[in-house]
């Protein structure tokens, strides 16, 4: 589905896992972007008990998760993940990447679509505490992102449309 977010782009929902319903009407949500989109409505004049039926049987079939794979790239010498790559489709087109500092602990996460990076990618301390949080539509940083000191604050804000940094604030910790 393609709709438009509150900055005029046009963005593709993937296959939402979170369903819920008031009265005649589903809302899916989308779960793989944790930006602020509305929820997309859609409206059902149907009696509730096949809205029941809709809801609780032939819903669940068709919101199965993507059929990804896990392909470990690159190891540290004791074995550990160092570069994971996940995968999805008969193509085996890549969707997300992670990448591992040596004691275990997750250095970045983040999603791709079409080839670009798109969604949140998140990158941490190597004391596990958050790094910096940034957002992408199409492989163009957009949106509000953060970076954080080692002991989780935020530290400095941005803000980018399309690609262009419109804001840099530094903040208090």
Same mark, same amino acid.
């Given at each position: 589905m393609?709709?438009?977010? !509150? %900055? #005029? &782009?046009?963005?593709?929902? !993937?296959?939402?896992?979170k369903v819920t319903a008031n009265k005649n009407r589903l809302f899916l949500h989308n779960h793989l972007d944790t930006t602020p989109y509305k929820p997309i409505e859609y409206l059902h004049p149907m009696p509730k008990k096949l @809205?029941?039926?809709? %809801? &609780? &049987? @032939? +819903?669940?079939?068709? +919101? *199965? /998760?993507?059929? %990804?794979?896990?392909?470990v790239l690159r190891k540290w010498p004791d074995g550990k993940p160092y570069v994971v790559v996940y995968t999805s489709?008969? /193509? *085996?087109v890549k969707v997300k990447e992670e990448l591992y500092y040596d004691n275990g602990q997750l250095d970045y996460s983040g999603s791709y679509l079409n080839g670009k990076e798109h969604g949140e990618w998140k990158y941490y301390w190597e004391n596990g505490n958050i790094k910096s949080i940034e957002y992408y $539509?199409? #492989?163009l940083e957009n949106g509000t992102m953060y970076d954080y000191n080692e002991? #989780? !604050?935020?530290?400095? $804000?941005?803000?980018?449309?399309? #690609? !262009?940094?419109?804001?840099?604030k530094k903040l208090k910790p």
């Open positions: 393609i709709f438009q977010n !509150q %900055l #005029g &782009f046009d963005v593709i929902m !993937q296959v939402s896992k @809205l029941f039926v809709h %809801l &609780f &049987f @032939l +819903l669940p079939m068709s +919101l *199965q /998760d993507v059929d %990804l794979q896990q392909h489709g008969p /193509d *085996q $539509e199409r #492989g002991n #989780g !604050q935020p530290i400095v $804000e941005y803000k980018y449309v399309r #690609g !262009q940094l419109i804001s840099e």
